[in-house]
């Protein structure tokens, strides 16, 4: 394991990746894609700032640096911070419209334009108002508690109170990381909320070329979160009622909103995967001539990328690739798996990928195997070296209630293997096509909807029971892959971002 005393260092970089809760500590599509994009462009040097959490969730590096990876630095934004107990609520004035402005504008779903001055005016020009005056003064406590009574008097005071609070601090904490950035010719966020934040500011502090890519819309994915955080916490504390959840998802909500918009103010290009996700960042306050598709692409010349001749009818081997949280929705998978079973008594399931990012959640999925009696036919393999086990998948299945462009899917396409999904993000244009031309090449899979264990569970059998069906499926994603989602072709077209962006840096 790398130790930070031992992270690369460097004043400078090319290019700085802005990355939030994903490489190197978290395995997934969005690492990976990370990890191929720096070792596919070794003629440009990388730096990466890392924003997550707490520390204690990030402990272990999953990916070896490569060499163009010259500096790496990690910032955690509610680590809990000493604070002088007998601080003086600060009740000057000099502050009060300022910390007033703040507040509204975070408050409602402002334009990010108009937060966008109001903060380099407030971190950087003036530099008076401080965290300190934000968090102690008369008028933030007046703000808080005013607002509390007029809309929200029904819920617990503390909970609320701390909620807003944390929202506010991680605005200081990102504008002390940007005062001792390395120097870069470009900068790259891998999302909006946070890492996008901070990409917008030191934008407009040192006018550095900003790129957005996004893998997922960051709004939809933190309201899925949030739930399942509150569902989890409503179990556990009897004062968070579903009041409380709705109103604090809300207000969560609408400040990631407003981070998206200071993002989208700030980035050009914006990029998305595919065109759904390219129209929602325009509805969600993009420039439409701001905005480009890169989709996904794999290697099909890999050593291990060998499409099996037919399907274990048998015993077939049924995989999902992905990390054991809920956004994956690990459960629909396994009750899907009862059918398959049944009627297949030899078939067996593989999940493979990490356990450790919510543990509650992986103890209630390996309990419920248990209970169904099914521990011999299902098995979680944890974080695996994914090449080593793509050639004896007969089936993948993807079970999500929310994906982006799924890398997994493409990668599964080029070892032959045809897939089942949800109808979540791209994966119908992965599975049926997207233009006319590539609907032609024919069905790589099946889509299902959301939550339907049933359909799935019937799609998983009908390609396990049917050679012919599951053999003109694994052609079809083959050819799709080879014509429509190279990797070669997503690295020139990010070469050709960068380049732009190059031209376009004064420095």
Same mark, same amino acid.
């Given at each position: 394991m790398i130790k930070p005393t031992n992270y690369p260092n460097s004043t400078d970089a090319d290019i700085t990746l802005l990355l939030e809760g994903t490489y190197p500590f978290v395995m997934g599509?969005?690492?990976?894609?990370?990890?191929?994009?720096? @070792?596919?462009?070794? *003629?440009?040097?990388?730096?990466? !700032?890392?924003?997550?959490?707490?520390?204690?969730?990030? +402990?272990?590096?999953?990916?070896?640096?490569?060499? /163009?990876?010259?500096?790496?630095? @990690?910032?955690?934004? #509610?680590?809990?911070?000493?604070?002088?107990?007998?601080?003086? !609520?600060?009740t000057n004035n000099d502050v009060t419209s300022e910390i007033t402005a703040l507040h509204n504008q975070f408050n409602v779903n402002s334009a990010g334009s108009e937060l966008s001055k109001l903060l380099q005016n407030e971190l950087f020009s003036k530099q008076h108002l401080t965290k300190e005056k934000f968090l102690h003064h008369q008028c933030s406590w007046d703000y808080i508690t005013n607002n509390y009574l007029q809309k929200c008097p029904h819920i617990v005071f503390p909970k609320y109170f701390w909620s807003v609070r944390n929202m506010h601090i991680a605005i200081w904490k990102i504008a002390a990381i940007l005062k001792k950035a390395p120097k870069t010719r470009v900068l790259h966020s891998i999302s909006t909320g946070y890492a996008g934040f901070l990409g917008a500011l030191m934008h407009f502090e040192y006018r550095y070329p900003f790129i957005l890519t996004e893998h997922g819309i960051y709004i939809r994915e933190r309201r899925i979160d949030l739930l399942n955080q509150w569902c989890g916490l409503e179990r556990q504390s009897e004062y968070i009622n579903a009041a409380t959840q709705e109103y604090l998802t809300n207000m969560w909500i609408r400040f990631f909103e407003v981070l998206g918009k200071i993002a989208y103010v700030a980035a050009s290009p914006i990029i998305s995967l595919f065109e759904a996700y390219q129209k929602e960042q325009i509805d969600n306050g993009a420039k439409k001539? &701001?905005?480009?598709?890169?989709? +996904?692409?794999?290697?099909?010349?890999?050593?291990? #990328?060998?499409?099996? &001749?037919?399907? &274990?009818?048998?015993?077939?081997?049924?995989?999902?690739?992905?990390?054991?949280?809920?956004?994956?929705?690990?459960?629909?998978?396994?009750?899907?798996?009862?059918?398959?079973?049944?009627?297949?008594?030899?078939?067996?399931?593989?999940?493979?990928?990490? @356990?450790?990012? /919510? *543990?509650?959640?992986?103890?209630?999925?390996?309990?419920?195997? +248990?209970?169904?009696?099914?521990?011999? +036919?299902? *098995?979680?393999?944890?974080? *695996?070296?994914?090449?080593?086990?793509?050639?004896?998948?007969?089936?993948?299945?993807?079970?999500?209630?929310?994906?982006?462009?799924?890398?997994?899917?493409?990668?599964?396409?080029a070892a032959g293997i045809p897939a089942i999904a949800t109808d979540v993000g791209a994966c119908r244009e992965l599975i049926y096509g997207k233009s006319k031309e590539d609907q032609a090449l024919g069905e790589s899979g099946s889509v299902v909807e959301i939550a339907n264990p049933t359909a799935l569970g019937k799609e998983i059998l009908s390609f396990s029971q049917d050679a012919s069906r599951w053999k003109k499926a694994q052609i079809a994603g083959l050819e799709r892959v080879k014509r429509y989602y190279s990797q070669s072709h997503v690295l020139e077209n990010y070469i050709n971002v960068y380049e732009k962006a190059f031209q376009s840096w004064q420095g």
């Amino acid at each position: 394991m790398i130790k930070p005393t031992n992270y690369p260092n460097s004043t400078d970089a090319d290019i700085t990746l802005l990355l939030e809760g994903t490489y190197p500590f978290v395995m997934g599509g969005v690492s990976s894609w990370v990890f191929q994009l720096m @070792t596919s462009l070794p *003629q440009y040097r990388f730096a990466i !700032i890392f924003l997550g959490g707490k520390q204690s969730d990030y +402990n272990k590096i999953y990916y070896t640096f490569p060499k /163009n990876l010259v500096h790496f630095e @990690t910032h955690y934004l #509610f680590d809990e911070e000493s604070e002088e107990s007998d601080f003086v !609520i600060d009740t000057n004035n000099d502050v009060t419209s300022e910390i007033t402005a703040l507040h509204n504008q975070f408050n409602v779903n402002s334009a990010g334009s108009e937060l966008s001055k109001l903060l380099q005016n407030e971190l950087f020009s003036k530099q008076h108002l401080t965290k300190e005056k934000f968090l102690h003064h008369q008028c933030s406590w007046d703000y808080i508690t005013n607002n509390y009574l007029q809309k929200c008097p029904h819920i617990v005071f503390p909970k609320y109170f701390w909620s807003v609070r944390n929202m506010h601090i991680a605005i200081w904490k990102i504008a002390a990381i940007l005062k001792k950035a390395p120097k870069t010719r470009v900068l790259h966020s891998i999302s909006t909320g946070y890492a996008g934040f901070l990409g917008a500011l030191m934008h407009f502090e040192y006018r550095y070329p900003f790129i957005l890519t996004e893998h997922g819309i960051y709004i939809r994915e933190r309201r899925i979160d949030l739930l399942n955080q509150w569902c989890g916490l409503e179990r556990q504390s009897e004062y968070i009622n579903a009041a409380t959840q709705e109103y604090l998802t809300n207000m969560w909500i609408r400040f990631f909103e407003v981070l998206g918009k200071i993002a989208y103010v700030a980035a050009s290009p914006i990029i998305s995967l595919f065109e759904a996700y390219q129209k929602e960042q325009i509805d969600n306050g993009a420039k439409k001539e &701001n905005t480009l598709v890169i989709p +996904n692409g794999v290697s099909i010349a890999h050593s291990n #990328f060998l499409p099996r &001749n037919s399907i &274990n009818s048998v015993s077939p081997t049924i995989a999902l690739i992905g990390r054991v949280v809920p956004i994956k929705d690990i459960k629909t998978f396994i009750k899907s798996m009862i059918i398959v079973i049944r009627a297949i008594p030899k078939a067996h399931a593989w999940i493979i990928g990490p @356990t450790n990012e /919510n *543990q509650e959640y992986f103890d209630e999925c390996k309990e419920f195997v +248990n209970v169904l009696g099914l521990t011999e +036919n299902i *098995q979680f393999l944890g974080q *695996q070296k994914i090449d080593d086990f793509l050639p004896k998948i007969d089936l993948l299945v993807l079970s999500s209630i929310s994906e982006g462009l799924p890398l997994v899917l493409l990668e599964g396409f080029a070892a032959g293997i045809p897939a089942i999904a949800t109808d979540v993000g791209a994966c119908r244009e992965l599975i049926y096509g997207k233009s006319k031309e590539d609907q032609a090449l024919g069905e790589s899979g099946s889509v299902v909807e959301i939550a339907n264990p049933t359909a799935l569970g019937k799609e998983i059998l009908s390609f396990s029971q049917d050679a012919s069906r599951w053999k003109k499926a694994q052609i079809a994603g083959l050819e799709r892959v080879k014509r429509y989602y190279s990797q070669s072709h997503v690295l020139e077209n990010y070469i050709n971002v960068y380049e732009k962006a190059f031209q376009s840096w004064q420095g």
